[in-house]
């Protein structure tokens, strides 16, 4: 079991505070829409931002439309993945909730008893935003910039540390780029079939933009200029 410094003097700690105080100094219904915001409205909003990635490549259908899709399936995955290698990192740290250890902190929501580090939230909210950041840069900025809102929320709420924060953020981040390669290899040809597939291919490009395929991803005047040069 590891254990992290709780006591003397601590940044940590201190930021903490800073954070959280705030949340006292705030009017009751800003505390409850932060209160909303930190637990599910962030993470609506990234759910809501990757649909609008996915309906914007998708219009857009450009030639690379498939390793796009593959790396925009990859965000989502890559954020279930990571929640599941949280389990283990928070069952040998075993820090408790800032609210246990420390006193005078102004807690927005309880029921929270489970470990602290690293954050979930953090966690999910990072991976989606980097994963959005390898499949549309556009889109992967605003999905960082959410996510980073979002563990402000999770300190201010007074239900994490700052380092359990960027532990998430580290986690989220590390998990997408370290296992991106492999996850465009396995997911680009999966979508290419998807792409070519009279049926489904609507999922990787538009009706307009897949107006002429072929089976195989190539359009009618690829074929034709092929079957000239044959």
Sequence with gaps: MAVIAESGSNPDVDLL???????????????RGMEFVG??????????????????VRRRGAEDAASTMAALVWAPLAAAIAVLVNVP?????????????????DVLISGKTDYSFVSDHATITMALG????????????AGIGLALVEGFCRVYMGVHYPTDVVGGFALGTAVVLLLSP??????TPVMKAVEGSPRVGWIVRGRSAAVGLVPGGRTTVESE???LAA
Excluded at 17 to 31: C, E, S, T
Excluded at 39 to 56: F, I, R
Excluded at 130 to 141: D, K
Excluded at 182 to 187: E, F, G, S
Aim: hydrophobic fraction near 50%; aromatic fraction near 16%.
């Design 130 to 141: 980097v994963g959005l950041f390898v499949a549309n840069r556009r889109f992967g900025v």
């Design 39 to 56: 637990e599910y409205g962030l993470l609506v909003a990234m759910v809501l931002l990757v649909v609008w990635c996915w309906w914007s």
């Design 225 to 227: 200029e092929r079957d």
């Design 17 to 31: 505070y800073d954070i959280n105080g705030l949340a006292k100094d705030a009017p009751h219904w800003f505390d």
């Design 182 to 187: 492999l996850a465009t290899a396995l997911l």
């Design 89 to 105: 990192i928070r069952g040998f740290v075993e820090r408790p909730r800032p609210f246990l250890t420390h006193q005078g902190l």
